[in-house]
């Protein structure tokens, strides 16, 4: 927020006491809405406005300050024309209760003058007299508001809250000056206003940590890549049996390559579109079936037995069929890589209200292996994180799958639930909303008895 200076210009004295009356009226609704064009600048934030919107401001705070001096409360001193204001004009105020970062009005010397509820909800209340130190003990802000309160321009203070939760802020420190210049060392007031980047800070970190995570995956098989290469080109340039060899292992690493890119596309494709939700009809019986079959092969390879219990209702949800049957088949294949060898794999579908009440589908994956420790359930979901890199590698993980579930689910205004205790198997869960069609027939596509077990064993 910028706020530049102005003049201030003089009620005249000689006129009549209703023409004053009316000019006052006229500069009253003059302020008002100048003072309203600012603060609606200010609020949604019109690029590059921030000194038209100051300028708005002040002409209406100054404006008022003079059409609505009648208006001042009878407990407060009244400003001696031409020198220093004691208060910040009701203008001023009215502003920066509309601001929701938290701002502080501080006199010239940085004495609190005004705080608006913001600042008041998140540092609690200054006393009167009270300097603005007693809020906010930060060296560099208080320098900064002392080079303002001496005339200096706008400035901008970064700082780091550590109590009671870590929060990062951004202040901005403008003076402004309400009356004529000659003769005053100081500003008449000093507009402090915070703003909460806590969150923008962890995005960024969070992108950062993003890109340095995937280089590092693509990194590791390309250099293997170009190892293999140069030695084939060189000292295994005649080496009829290592070179099969070698070739196998680039394939693997290429093919890692891909399933990463891959995995990272889908990814952003999905947080594109992360704001639309899916709309069409999709049967998650029809889709845990296909996964079934398509991963066949794996559960072959793990001895595992996947059994699937459907409960017998229409199955459809509101969502995207590829996206549900990229969930499924990773945590299917979660499943089958994570859980035990020759191990059992169910597969549940349920009926199940959602927390608002609406009518909704469970999908259930539970294996019988060795679980996860509870320390790592919360961060499972984040990208890359892998309780044992070397396990998930090994089985042609890439550490994003789960990351991928969450954000699908998300889309589709779902719920993910995840359950381990350690040596008894892990379970994931994802409710979804039913499709229109499948929540008005539920009632009657309920038949009495107990939920059947379709057991289709892949063995
Ligand atoms: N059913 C499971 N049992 C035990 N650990 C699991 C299970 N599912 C996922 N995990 C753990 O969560 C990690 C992240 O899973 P995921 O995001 O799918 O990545 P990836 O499978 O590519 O490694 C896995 O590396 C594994 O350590
Ligand atoms: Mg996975």
Redesign the pocket.
């Known amino acids: 927020m910028e706020m530049a200076g102005a003049d201030d210009s003089r009620t005249p004295t000689t006129a009549s006491s209703r023409a004053v009356a009316r000019l006052r009226a006229h500069r009253l609704l003059l302020a008002v809405a100048a003072m309203v064009a600012g603060a609606a600048i200010l609020v949604y934030d019109v690029p590059m406005a921030g000194a038209a919107a100051g300028l708005l401001i002040l002409a209406g705070a100054v404006a008022f300050g003079l059409g609505g001096a009648p208006h001042r409360p009878p407990d407060r001193p009244a400003r001696t024309s031409g020198t220093t204001p004691v208060w910040p004009d009701t203008g001023m105020k009215l502003v920066v209760d509309v601001i929701e970062d938290p701002c502080f009005i501080t006199d010239g010397t940085g004495i609190v003058r005004y705080q608006n509820h913001a600042a008041g909800e998140r540092f609690g209340m200054a006393r009167p007299g009270d300097p603005l130190s007693f809020k906010l003990r930060v060296p560099e802000l208080l320098a900064a508001l002392e080079r303002v309160g001496r005339g200096g321009d706008v400035e901008a203070v970064r700082f780091a809250e550590r109590v009671p939760t870590e929060r990062a802020w951004l202040a901005r420190v403008a003076g402004v000056r309400v009356g004529r210049r000659e003769g005053r060392a100081r500003t008449d007031f000093i507009l402090v206003r915070l703003h909460d980047e806590t969150e923008m800070m962890r995005v960024e970190r969070m992108r950062v940590d993003f890109i340095a995570n995937a280089s590092h995956e693509l990194r590791t098989p390309l250099a293997s890549l170009t190892g293999f290469v140069e030695t084939l080109l060189g000292p295994a340039r005649n080496d009829e049996v290592n070179r099969e060899r070698f070739l196998k292992i680039m394939l693997e690493q290429a093919g890692r390559m891909a399933r990463l890119i891959d995995d990272l596309l889908s990814l952003s494709r999905i947080e594109m579109k992360a704001h639309l939700r899916p709309e069409t009809s999709v049967d998650m019986a029809q889709v845990v079936g296909q996964v079934i079959d398509m991963l066949g092969p794996l559960a072959e390879e793990t001895g595992a037995r996947v059994v699937r219990t459907l409960a017998p209702v229409d199955h459809r949800v509101r969502g995207d069929r590829d996206e549900l049957i990229q969930v499924t088949t ?1 945590l299917v294949e ?2 089958l ?3 035990r060898d020759g191990g059992r794999v169910d597969i549940t579908l349920t009926a199940e209200k959602g927390p608002d009440g609406a009518e909704g589908r469970l999908l259930t994956v539970r ?1 019988d ?4 420790a509870p320390e790592h359930l919360p961060r ?1 979901t984040e990208r890359f ?4 890199a070397d ?2 590698r090994r ?1 042609k ?7 991928i579930v969450k954000h699908i689910v998300a889309r589709h205004r779902g719920r993910l639930s995840i359950r ?1 205790t350690p040596g008894e198997g ?1 379970s ?1 869960s994802i409710w979804l909303e039913s499709a229109p069609a499948a929540a008005a027939g539920a009632g009657s596509a309920v038949r009495p008895g107990p939920a059947v077990d379709l057991s289709l064993d892949r063995h």
């Open positions: 990773n979660n499943a890589k994570y859980g294996d292996g060795p679980g996860i499972l994180y892998r309780v044992d396990q998930s089985r993980g890439t550490g994003l799958g789960l990351a381990s892990a994931f």
